[in-house]
Structure formats: C-alpha cells, structure tokens
C-alpha cells in the first residue's frame, strides 16, 4: 500500500468568506452565549456577561450549553440562537 499524505492547509479564499455586520452597539440587544463545554468555561461566560450588561447596556443574556466539546451544536439551539439574538459570542476556556 503506497503512503497517503494530507495537506492540512486551509485552501479558502480568503475575500470569497463574508463576515457578519458589526451592531452599532450593544445596549439594548440579545446577546447569545454559547458555553462549547470546556473546563472553567462557565467562570469566563459569567464574567463576560456580567461586563456585558453592566458595561454595555446588554439587555439580555442568552446562554447555551454543548454536550461536549467535540458536539455539534444541534439545530434547534442554533435556530433559537438565531431567532432570538442580535449577536452570539461562541466561548470556550481552559
């Protein structure tokens, strides 16, 4: 059997990926936390959406949980997350 070699480069063009609009600003907006289930990340979200609300007028915090870390998010939670947030911040921490 003859060796097969992958490249693991990214062959994406670049200009070709769109990003999200920017919110001209956060007060007064949903703001979707998606917790991807990594070790202490709840202390990092509930610090985040702590200066969220506090420092940037966020009026709504909406939180979500991976099973685990190498989970797919499940459909219904990212059609939820985009019905009912303006913005959704994906977090993980160690």
């Known amino acids: 059997m003859a060796d097969l070699f992958l490249d693991p480069t990214d062959e994406a063009e670049r200009s070709l990926i769109g990003f999200a609009s920017r919110l001209d ?5 949903t703001i979707g936390l998606l917790d991807i ?6 202390f990092f979200l509930d610090r985040l959406e702590e200066v969220l609300r506090e420092k940037y007028g966020v009026k709504e915090v909406l939180r979500r949980k991976k099973t685990s870390p190498g989970r797919l998010v499940p459909e219904a939670v990212k059609a939820e997350l985009r019905e009912k947030c303006d913005a959704v911040i994906e977090a993980l921490s160690d």
Do not use: C, E, F, Y
């Not at 289930?37 to 709840?42: E, F, L, R």
């Open 37 to 42: 289930n990594k070790s202490k990340g709840v």
């Open 25 to 29: 600003t956060l007060a007064g907006k």
